[in-house]
C-alpha cells in the first residue's frame, strides 16, 4: 500500500517559516507527479506546488509562488515544502499527494483529480 506521511506543520507567528516533510513508502519519489495542496477552513483545497522526476518542471500557484518552495530527497524517498514568509492568510491543513502520472494542469492549475494518493495532512497556523 502507497503510505504518504507529513510532518512538520505546527503554529508559528507572520513572518516566520516552516518545512513541511512529506515521506513516502510503496511509491517513488521522482517517479510521476508529486505535490502539495492545502485545504483551509471553508474553502475549497488547492494545489499549491508540484513536482516531477529531477524537479526542472514544477508548478507554484500565483499566491507562493515567491514563498514556498518544493524539493525533494531521492534516496530519502522524501519531498519538501519551504515556506517562508507565512501569513495569516496560508493557515490551512496541508497534504501531500502522489500520482501515477505526469504532472497536467487544467486552465493554469493543478486538478485534484490526477492524483491517486493523499497523505493524512500537517496542520499550519498562522497567527498575526
Known amino acids: 500500500q502507497v503510505k504518504l506521511v507529513e510532518s512538520g506543520g505546527g503554529s508559528v507567528q507572520a513572518g516566520g517559516s516552516l518545512r513541511l516533510s512529506c515521506v513516502a513508502s510503496g511509491y517513488t519519489v521522482g517517479s510521476n507527479c508529486v505535490a502539495w495542496f492545502r485545504q483551509a477552513a471553508g474553502k475549497e483545497r488547492e494545489g499549491i506546488t508540484a513536482?516531477?522526476?529531477?524537479?526542472?518542471?514544477?508548478y507554484r500557484a500565483g499566491s507562493v509562488r515567491d514563498r514556498f518552495t518544493m524539493s525533494q530527497d531521492i534516496p530519502k524517498n522524501t519531498v519538501y515544502l519551504q515556506m517562508n514568509n507565512l501569513q495569516p492568510e496560508d493557515t490551512a491543513m496541508y497534504y501531500c499527494?502522489?500520482?501515477?502520472?505526469?504532472?497536467?494542469?487544467?486552465?493554469?492549475?493543478?486538478?485534484?483529480?490526477?492524483?491517486?494518493?493523499w497523505g493524512q495532512g500537517t496542520q499550519v497556523t498562522v497567527s498575526s
Open positions: 513536482i516531477y522526476s529531477n524537479g526542472g518542471a514544477t
Open positions: 499527494a502522489a500520482s501515477t502520472r505526469y504532472c497536467t494542469y487544467d486552465g493554469g492549475k493543478l486538478p485534484e483529480r490526477i492524483f491517486d494518493y
